[in-house]
T-cell receptor
Framework: GAVVSQHPSRVICKSGTSVKIECRSL??????MFWYRQFPKQSLMLMAT?????????EQGVEKDKFLINHASLTLSTLTVTSAHPEDSSFYIC???????????FGPGTRLLVL | QKEVEQDPGPLSVPEGAIVSLNCTYS??????FMWYRQYSRKGPELLMY????GNKEDGRFTAQVDKSSKYISLFIRDSQPSDSATYLC???????????FGGGTRLMVKP
């Protein structure tokens, strides 16, 4: 159980375009979803926390107008990277936690390359 | 000083060895402790989850938590080349709370 999917698994786009990444909890309802980015050989960096039906809470230094997060249902959260630039190229990973759960279950990640 | 410290490694062991991975932390409010395994270019996979102090065993994996010392460990018995990955410790204060991660230890098990 506790499966989280992400789509797409990898995306290549031109500078200035927007990219949407979907995160779905397949077999449980995720009251809280988290978005991380990870650079090569580094640990996970939390970008934002989202609760279903509420605005996301962004970590310090993360531009909320650039990284739009929507958590419209208990099984789906989306991250949109707006006007992407090469420095946004990274590995983006979502995680989800069920109601009353202390653990988080991670998606397989999305590799974004901005040319 | 980071809230959670973890030796980055790499830790290289021969196949069949017992592996010990460790983290120390500074926030005494942490109550829930997890170990994740992350293969290259993949999302982290939850291996073990423990609450408060004590031991938990699952197959070849044993997780230990010593809250008095603020020290947690993951032991891997009969290590296999397929165990080669980065191991992340993580902890939080309760449900819905963000996880605080260690930096990860890269493990290499050589056949």
């Amino acid at each position: 159980g506790a499966v989280v999917s992400q789509h797409p698994s990898r995306v290549i786009c031109k500078s200035g375009t927007s990219v949407k990444i979907e995160c779905r909890s397949l077999d449980f309802q995720a009251t809280t979803m988290f978005w991380y980015r990870q650079f090569p050989k580094q640990s996970l960096m939390l970008m934002a926390t989202s609760n279903e039906g509420s605005k996301a809470t962004y970590e310090q230094g993360v531009e909320k107008d650039k990284f739009l997060i929507n958590h419209a249902s208990l099984t789906l959260s989306t991250l949109t990277v707006t006007s992407a630039h090469p420095e946004d190229s990274s590995f983006y990973i979502c995680s989800a936690g069920g109601a009353g759960e202390e653990t988080q279950y991670f998606g397989p990640g999305t590799r974004l390359l901005v040319l | 000083q980071k809230e959670v410290e973890q030796d980055p490694g790499p830790l290289s062991v021969p196949e069949g060895a017992i592996v010990s991975l460790n983290c120390t932390y500074s926030n005494s409010a942490f109550q829930y402790f997890m170990w994740y395994r992350q293969y290259s270019r993949k999302g982290p996979e939850l291996l073990m989850y423990t609450y408060s102090s004590g031991n938990k065993e699952d197959g070849r994996f044993t997780a230990q938590v010593d809250k008095s010392s603020k020290y947690i460990s993951l032991f891997i018995r009969d290590s296999q080349p397929s165990d080669s990955a980065t191991y992340l410790c993580a902890m939080n204060q309760g449900a819905g709370n963000m996880l605080t991660f260690g930096g990860g230890t890269r493990l290499m098990v050589k056949p």
